[in-house]
């Protein structure tokens, strides 16, 4: 397994990390073997967020760490805030609000990074300065990111910060391509040229911010997973032949698509199944080349101009 740095923050990570968006219902035993086989792959970066299972992800996992054992220190945990019942909330009191219930549920004393969920659009950005500022000087959070954010709201928000924001968490797969398809097709009238992002990709690589990958195996906005589905014949086919030689099953394949851009992006895994978490740990082994990397985006519908 890979590592390399979260943005300029000095935290060395796993290129692939584990998403708790999905452990809440999970029993104990699966759970602690998810967590220690994920461990023992390499994968040392877990992703939380005070709303996934109402708190009870981040409770769960605290008590699996526990049980297992591991040691807090060796552990790289992220969560998230800013999400609430209808409405978005990057107020100071709700920032720092939250982040005190996620150490309280995590059962840690500080957080690696956290990370602003969504954009709010009445971001105030000198207020959740302040909030960065209170929670760095009280050491309950060592560094911070976004998710969801396009770089005009990066740079809004960093031009308030003494420190670089180190990640910027974004809906990537290989069905899922928006980053990617806007460079692709520049300068045509094609929809894939359509700014929608303000070339988020590009502005994170030129900031050194890691962009983090989620839902990595989904189609649409959580629409189902496009493996093995109907929907996406040709993209199956293509990923089946070479799923085939290099050795590795299409869970690790749509893993190590993500990987092969040398953006260095971190996907963040939500699947709750060791054997899926194995399969992208051993495609991690390979690298893909130009040519297939390629032939599994035009797979996936795209076009080259
Ligand atoms: N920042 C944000 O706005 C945001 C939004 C959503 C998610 N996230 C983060 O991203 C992580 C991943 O998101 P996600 O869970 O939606 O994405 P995902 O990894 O794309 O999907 C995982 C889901 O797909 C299922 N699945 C079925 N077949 C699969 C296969 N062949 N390979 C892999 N998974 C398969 C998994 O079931 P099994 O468990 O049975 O494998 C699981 O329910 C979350 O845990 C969270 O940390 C962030």
């Not at 549920?105 to 207020?127: N, S, V, W």
């Not at 396009?150 to 740079?155: K, Y």
Request: glycine content about 8%; aromatic content about 8%; overall charge negative.
């Amino acid at each position: 397994m890979k590592r390399f740095e979260i943005g300029k923050s000095g935290i060395e990570a796993s290129e692939v990390a584990l998403g708790c968006m999905r452990i809440g219902g999970m029993e104990p035993a699966a759970l602690g073997n998810l967590i220690q086989t994920s461990y023992d792959l390499g994968i040392d970066f877990y992703d939380h967020a005070d709303i996934y299972g109402g708190g009870s992800c981040e409770e769960v996992f605290a008590a699996s760490i526990a049980r297992l054992g591991l040691d807090r220190s060796k552990l790289i945990l992220q969560s998230k805030c800013g999400i609430r019942k209808g409405c978005y909330d990057f107020s100071k009191e709700h920032i720092l609000d939250s982040t005190n219930r996620i150490l309280e549920r995590l059962k840690t004393d500080y957080l690696d990074i956290l990370l602003l969920h969504r954009p709010d659009a009445l971001i105030e950005p000198d207020e959740v300065a302040e909030a960065f500022a209170t929670l760095k000087a009280s050491g309950k959070v060592r560094h911070f990111g976004v998710s969801n954010f396009t770089p005009n709201q990066i740079e809004l928000l960093q031009a308030s910060l003494p420190d670089p924001l180190c990640a910027n968490q974004l809906q990537l797969s290989i069905t899922n391509t928006g980053p990617i398809d806007q460079g692709i097709a520049a300068n045509t009238k094609i929809d894939n040229s359509i700014d929608r992002d303000g070339g988020v990709l590009d502005y994170c690589r030129l900031k050194k911010i890691t962009i983090q990958a989620w839902s990595p195996f989904q189609f649409g906005f959580f629409d189902g997973v496009f493996i093995d589905n109907p929907k996406f014949p040709e993209l199956n086919k293509a990923m089946d032949e070479l799923g085939e030689k290099y050795g590795i099953t299409k869970t690790g394949l749509a893993i190590a698509w993500i990987q092969r851009h040398p953006a260095k992006i971190q996907s963040v895994l939500g699947t709750t199944n060791v054997d899926r978490v194995t399969q992208v740990a051993d495609a991690m082994k390979i690298e893909l080349s130009r040519q297939d990397w390629y032939a599994i985006y035009l797979a996936a519908g795209n076009k080259l101009p």
